[in-house]
């Protein structure tokens, strides 16, 4: 069932994101910086410090994000790396299937997310939607982290 609070929550933080002119590519790098410090604040603690460890480099590079960008065939050998690691463990370990899941979201671009179609206009409530399956108490600390991305963005600017 859809929490028509979470969607209004979303619909905010996403007129929020649009409004602070916050590229794709910024959302996503700034997604990624969320997920390293879940990992490094202990927060996924469910899953294995080693299975852990597999995915920072990943996250490292969609932080990155220049190559991301700039480098198809990066992207694609990435995303199939993390995919085939997510195979091997979607019925063993489905929170770390789900997380690797979240990861592959770091290799997303702008062109890709208009080609899908979704409907909506960014990508950040999949993002949420995603972390949701592992940790369900996350909305209030996802919501923060990017209102806080967005008011120190508009210090700079």
Known sequence: ????????????????????NVSF???T???ARYLLSLIDGGV?????????????PYIEEGILRERIENDGDL????AIELWEIEAQHRKSDENFANLIRCVIFCFG?????????????TPI????????KI???????FIKVFKDFIADRRKID
């Open 25 to 27: 590519g910024e959302m």
């Open 75 to 78: 992207r694609k050998k990435l």
């Open 109 to 121: 671009t702008e062109d890709r997310w208009i080609e899908e179609g979704t409907g909506d206009t």
């Open 44 to 56: 996924l603690a469910t899953i294995s410090d080693s299975k852990l460890k597999t995915l920072i």
């Open 29 to 31: 790098r700034q997604y």
């Open 1 to 20: 069932m859809i929490d028509s609070l979470e969607v209004k929550e979303f619909d905010r933080l996403e007129g929020a994101l649009i409004e602070a």
């Open 135 to 141: 940790l369900p108490d996350i909305r209030q600390g």
């Open 125 to 132: 409530y999949l993002y949420f939607l995603g972390l949701k």
